[in-house]
């Protein structure tokens, strides 16, 4: 676990540029509420979740990419303007785990549910620690059901990042799938 205070970022410019190339197939995104929400994903396709963001979810109030936890307590400006939040999770199972206690502390405190996303895409290429699509590559980004977090018991309970980490491979799985079979027909798929 890393000492090191929350980061908050912003895509970068060739992200932006990339995500106008693909094929994005979004589903569910019509669930999320208008403001404030927090997204759990898995690295390495958090660059291309917060790149799609922002170019098929226009008119929300901006991402948060938030790293290096611990995330208890941490506020931001754009916390309170309604901002969402998108935490990226480690494949490391011990790092992952408290990450995702984490981001449960976070949700509870800033009163936020919790959309896992499922992501898959290809082909990609493996750059620098992310995963990054090339360009015309199809991406599958599912939105899942929220894990509303409640405000009791004091403590968060030792299963409930077991659960949504379930959530987060249910989801990732669904994504792989979805993009086998668009690979497989050749037709995008339908909501």
């Known amino acids: 676990?890393?000492?090191a205070a929350p980061t908050a970022t912003r895509v970068p410019t060739p992200?932006?540029?990339l995500a106008g190339s693909l094929r994005?197939?979004?589903?569910n995104a019509g669930q999320l509420p208008e403001s404030g929400v927090v997204f759990a994903a898995q690295r390495p396709y958090d660059g291309i979740v917060h790149a799609v963001y922002e170019r098929y979810l226009p008119g929300r109030a901006g991402l948060l990419r938030l790293d290096a936890a611990p995330l208890a307590g941490f506020?931001?400006?754009g916390l309170e303007e309604g901002m969402d939040v998108l935490i990226p999770l480690d494949a490391e199972p011990g790092r992952a785990r408290q990450q995702l206690t984490d981001i449960l502390s976070l949700a509870r405190s800033t009163a936020r549910p919790i959309f896992p996303l499922g992501v898959a895409a290809g082909p990609t290429l493996a750059l620098g620690g992310d995963s990054l699509p090339l360009p015309r590559a199809r991406v599958v980004m599912i939105i899942e059901a929220p894990f509303h977090v409640p405000g009791q018991p004091q403590r968060i309970p030792s299963d409930w990042p077991d659960a949504l980490a379930r959530l987060?491979?249910?989801a990732n799985g669904r994504a792989r799938d979805i993009l086998a079979t668009w690979k497989h027909t050749g037709q995008p798929p339908e909501d």
């Open 15 to 17: 992200l932006r540029w």
């Open 1 to 3: 676990m890393s000492d």
């Open 24 to 27: 994005v197939h979004l589903l």
């Open 168 to 170: 987060l491979k249910q």
């Open 75 to 77: 506020t931001s400006p």
